[in-house]
């Protein structure tokens, strides 16, 4: 089973830049497509961005759309997602996850692995 760790996030005011990383363990990484999911206190986790597992195909929430960028590394196990122009209401803990499949999905209980998350305070 493949073990996900994700890293990048942080404090940042409204309208900055992070880039999150979402690295695996393994050498079959390239055979899962990875989606990335956000969670806000008191709220459900909802679907962010995904990437099929050659890279070829992205998706995006539309709240997101034209300021995340979703890309992948497979040589470096690595999955990013750059975010820019941020919210306010965008705080929440990311998360990425990989689904055993050459495509993603909005889902989250289409996924197999999780990593722990990572903290994304975008102050106003």
């Known amino acids: 089973q493949v073990q996900l760790v994700e890293s990048g996030g942080g404090l940042v005011p409204a309208g900055g830049s992070l880039r999150l990383s979402c690295t695996a363990s393994?050498?079959?990484?390239?055979?899962?497509?990875v989606g990335w999911f956000r969670q806000a206190p008191g709220n459900e986790r909802e679907f962010v961005s995904a990437?099929?597992?050659?890279?070829?195909?992205?998706d995006y929430a539309d709240n997101v759309k034209g300021r995340f960028t979703i890309s992948r590394d497979n040589a470096k196990n690595t999955v990013y997602l750059q975010m820019n122009s941020l919210k306010p209401e965008e705080t929440a803990v990311y998360y990425c996850?990989?689904?055993?499949?050459?495509?993603?999905?909005?889902?989250?209980?289409?996924?197999?692995?999780w990593g722990q998350g990572t903290r994304v305070t975008v102050s106003s």
């Open positions: 996850a990989v689904r055993a499949s050459w495509y993603y999905s909005r889902l989250a209980n289409e996924y197999n692995s």
């Open positions: 393994g050498r079959t990484f390239s055979t899962y497509a």
């Open positions: 990437i099929s597992r050659s890279g070829g195909t992205t």
